[in-house]
C-alpha cells in the first residue's frame, strides 16, 4: 500500500480500483469540462496571507452546520451510485462521517437505500431529493426520509434536465454494468471491487426499485428515470417541499444572487452554492467564484454553503473565509471510497481536518470562525472583484 498523504495520492488508487465507467462518472464534467475544471483552478488563484508570532495554542475547527455541532464544516456531499464505488459505499461514507464527527447526504440516485443505511447507522443523516413527476413518489421520498429520522432535506434545483455528459454516455453507464465485452475485460482487472460486489445484494437503486410505480427491475428502470426528472420545477414547488418535509431545509444548486434571494424567500434554512460539480451547465461560472457575491447578496438573510471543487483543506479554508458557514465535499470523498472502501473515506477527512487545521494556524487563527477575506490575497484579476 502506498503512502497516502493528499487527494491525490487516493485519487489515483481510485483510478486502478475502480471500473472506468464508475471511475469517469464521479470524476468528469459536462461537454467540454471547461467549468468541471475551472472549480478547483479557482482555488488555487486565491491566495492566502500567512501571519506570525500568533499563539496557535489550542485550535479548534469546531463548527455548526444549520444547528447541527460538527468536527470541522464539512459535510459529504449527496452523490450518485456511490455505491458503484465501493460495494456498500453509501453505508461505508455515512459509517465514517458519523465516526469522524461531520454530516453526511444520502443521494435519491444512491444504491444503498434511505432504509439501509439508517439501519446500518446511529447518528441522524442528510437526505437530498430530487423532484420526480411523480409527485407521489416524490412525498413518498420524503415520507420515508422523515420515518428514517433524517436530520435535513437537501432539495437539488439544478438537474430538471440531465447535462451531456460524453463519457458516461461512451461508456455506456448502468448500474450495474452490462456484461459486454468491453465491461468484462475491464471488471477483470478489478478484483478487489468485484469481491466486494459478489457479498452484497445491493446493486441497483434501492430508493426507486420497488417504490417507484411500475419500476420493479432493471429492465424498466432506465426509461423511468430519463423521462421522471420534471423540467416544470419552480418555486412553488420549493413551498410544497418545504410543507411536506416540515423540517431544516437546504436548496442546493444556486449559483446567482436574485435565485439566492429567491431561496431566501422560499424559507429554507441554507443554501448551496453549487455548479453540480461541473456536470450540468458547461461554461458556468466556478462556484468559488460566485460564492462572494452571493454571501454579500443573502449572507445576511441565510446560511450560506457551498461545494464544487473542493480538493483540500487548503480550499476548505479560503471558501470559510469568503463567508461560506459550510462546505462540502464529493469527489474527495469518493476516491477515498473507490480506493480504500469506508478507511478511505476516513483517511479523506483526516487529510482535510489537518490541512484546514494547520493552514488556519499559519494564517493566523485558533478558530474557523475568525477567518475572513482578510486572511486572503488576489493572485491575479480573472476572479470576482468581491475578493479585492
Not at 475544471?37 to 486565491?46: G, K, L
Not at 434545483?157 to 452490462?178: E, S, V, Y
Not at 464544487?308 to 476548505?316: E, K, L
Request: proline content about 3%.
Amino acid at each position: 500500500m502506498p503512502t497516502i498523504t493528499c487527494i491525490e495520492d487516493l485519487r489515483i488508487l481510485a483510478k486502478r480500483r475502480v471500473p472506468k465507467m464508475f471511475y469517469d462518472y464521479a470524476d468528469s464534467g459536462s461537454w467540454t469540462e471547461s467549468t468541471y475544471r475551472a472549480n478547483s483552478s479557482d482555488f488555487d488563484r486565491i491566495k492566502l496571507r500567512q501571519k506570525v508570532a500568533v499563539n496557535m495554542e489550542n485550535r479548534s475547527t469546531a463548527a455548526r452546520m444549520i444547528g447541527q455541532d460538527v468536527v470541522m464544516p464539512v459535510a459529504l456531499a449527496p452523490t450518485g451510485m456511490t455505491g458503484m464505488q465501493s460495494a456498500d459505499g453509501e453505508i461505508k461514507a455515512a459509517r465514517a462521517a458519523e465516526k469522524f464527527g461531520v454530516p453526511f447526504t444520502l443521494s435519491t440516485m444512491s444504491i444503498c437505500s434511505i432504509e439501509d443505511v439508517a439501519e446500518a447507522t446511529s447518528a441522524p443523516f442528510w437526505f437530498q431529493l430530487y423532484v420526480m413527476r411523480d409527485k407521489e413518489y416524490s412525498a413518498n421520498l420524503i415520507a420515508r426520509a422523515k420515518a428514517a429520522g433524517c436530520s435535513a432535506l437537501m432539495l437539488t434545483l439544478d438537474l430538471q434536465i440531465l447535462g451531456q455528459r460524453h463519457k458516461d454516455i461512451k461508456n455506456g453507464l448502468t448500474a450495474p454494468p452490462r456484461p459486454t465485452v468491453k465491461n468484462i475485460i475491464n471488471l477483470s482487472t478489478k478484483w478487489r471491487w468485484g469481491l466486494g460486489m459478489l457479498g452484497t445484494k445491493r446493486r441497483t437503486f434501492r430508493n426507486i426499485v420497488g417504490h417507484a410505480k411500475g419500476v420493479t427491475s432493471m429492465n424498466n428502470l432506465a426509461s423511468w428515470t430519463h423521462e421522471q426528472f420534471d423540467p416544470a420545477l419552480s418555486w412553488d414547488d420549493v413551498a410544497w417541499i418545504k410543507e411536506q418535509w416540515g423540517g431544516k431545509l437546504i436548496i442546493k444548486g444556486i449559483l446567482d444572487a436574485d435565485d439566492a434571494r429567491l431561496a431566501v424567500k422560499s424559507g429554507a434554512d441554507a443554501l448551496i452554492v453549487s455548479n453540480h460539480g461541473g456536470r450540468q451547465l458547461d461554461g458556468a461560472l466556478s462556484a468559488i467564484e460566485m460564492l462572494p457575491e452571493i454571501v454579500d447578496a443573502v449572507g445576511g438573510d441565510i446560511e450560506v454553503h457551498m461545494d464544487s471543487g473542493i480538493r483540500s483543506g487548503q480550499d476548505v479554508l479560503k471558501a470559510l473565509a469568503l463567508g461560506a458557514k459550510g462546505t462540502y465535499i464529493g469527489r474527495a470523498f469518493l476516491y477515498g471510497l473507490g480506493a480504500m472502501g469506508e478507511e478511505g473515506v476516513t483517511k479523506v477527512l483526516e487529510i482535510i481536518h489537518k490541512e484546514l487545521d494547520l493552514t488556519m494556524a499559519f494564517c493566523g487563527h485558533r478558530e474557523v470562525g475568525g477567518l475572513s477575506r482578510k486572511n486572503l490575497i488576489r493572485a491575479d484579476q480573472v476572479l470576482n472583484p468581491y475578493l479585492r
